[in-house]
């Protein structure tokens, strides 16, 4: 089982940017997936997670009403379109899968995990 995020880079503030997680291995189309970051000597913090359908999605406060969480199950993919950046949003950003149905923004409850994309947005 693989997660492949790609589309991380150098933006500058105010830019976006669109991160793309792809999957392999098995298909997480029955499950929720969800987008995580982490920024340096920081601990990873939850950003949004979309339902199995895509019906349902939840941000974090931080990036709500600037990120929009989609999937497309027939490709076995998860995409973050990142709007408004800031130099705070700089972070490697890490895709997940859960592997039950759980509605959760904890990372405990997400069982598969990519390698990282780092975001990086500069003032």
């Known amino acids: 089982v693989q997660l492949q995020a790609s589309g991380g880079g150098l933006v500058q503030a105010g830019g976006s940017l669109n991160v793309s997680c792809a999957a392999s291995?098995?298909?997480?189309?029955?499950?929720?997936m969800g987008w995580f970051r982490q920024a340096p000597e920081q601990d990873r913090e939850f950003v949004a997670r979309?339902?199995?359908?895509?019906?349902?999605?939840d941000y974090s406060d931080s990036v709500k009403g600037r990120f929009t969480i989609s999937r497309d199950n027939t490709k076995n993919a998860v995409y973050l379109q990142m709007n408004h950046l800031q130099p705070e949003d700089t972070a490697i950003y890490y895709c997940?899968?859960?592997?039950?149905?759980?509605?959760?923004?904890?990372?405990?409850?997400?069982?598969?995990w990519g390698q990282g994309t780092q975001v990086t947005v500069s003032s």
């Open positions: 291995g098995r298909t997480f189309a029955d499950y929720p």
């Open positions: 979309i339902s199995w359908s895509g019906a349902f999605t």
């Open positions: 997940a899968a859960a592997s039950t149905s759980a509605w959760s923004s904890s990372s405990d409850d997400y069982d598969y």
